[in-house]
């Protein structure tokens, strides 16, 4: 089972110019604000406060690069991308973050997959059909995680990604940061998608 052994943080942009160099395969996660992408990350990397959790929406405004070494030797950066979908942000605060994002999105070569995280309860929205297709025109293969799974009884969860995967005609990832269901899963994707390691059933492809 992949792990990953240590993580620290690299950089924190708020510029494309500003971002590290590329030198790394790098992996990035996606999500409007309250999606719980920061404690999905924290789980993932196995630490409590390495990317911040904040109660207030719409706090993340940088690109946060992470390298982490995985248990094989790879070595990789975790992308924590700013939140999106939160009313009380200022439109120029949106504009800005949304420059940045696309220009990270369309012009980043060591970009191999982005995770884009929605809440289980909520489904695909407007914004996540509208990055999904702007992922889809940059080249950039997409996956698609339930987050949040946990708040569902388990006989409804099956149903419910079940019905998300048809809706997006792809493969549905369900995770849950608090308890880990589907972390070890998603950790796998991750490794194979940086070319570390074979890619496991429902490989990411282009979310619809």
């Known amino acids: ?22 030198t790394l395969p790098e992996i990035a996660f996606a999500g409007r604000s309250n999606v719980g992408k920061s404690s999905l990350l924290n789980a ?14 719409g706090r ?3 690109v946060v690069h992470v390298e982490a070494r995985l248990s094989g030797g790879g070595r990789i950066y975790l992308v924590d991308l700013p939140g999106y979908g939160y009313a009380k942000v200022s439109k120029a605060a949106k504009a800005a973050w949304g420059r940045l994002v696309e220009g990270y999105l369309s012009g980043r070569a060591t970009l191999h997959l982005v995770a884009l ?15 999904a297709g702007f992922l889809s025109e940059a080249g950039v293969p997409a996956l698609l995680v339930a987050t949040k799974i946990d708040r569902l009884v388990k006989g409804a969860r099956r149903a419910a990604l079940d019905a998300l995967s048809r809706e997006v005609e792809s493969d549905v ?17 991750v490794a194979a998608a940086a070319g570390y390691g074979p890619a496991p059933r429902g490989e990411p492809g282009e979310v619809s």
């Open 173 to 189: 990832l369900g995770v849950s940061a608090r308890t880990r269901e589907g972390v070890d899963d998603l950790l796998a994707r």
């Open 1 to 22: 089972m992949t792990r990953i052994v240590e993580a620290v943080l690299a950089s924190s942009a708020r510029s494309v110019g500003a971002l590290p160099e590329p």
């Open 60 to 62: 993340t405004r940088s």
């Open 117 to 131: 995280l929605v809440d289980v309860r909520r489904g695909v929205e407007e914004e996540e059909e509208e990055l």
């Open 44 to 57: 993932i990397t196995g630490r409590r406060r390495l990317f911040e959790v904040s109660r207030t929406p």
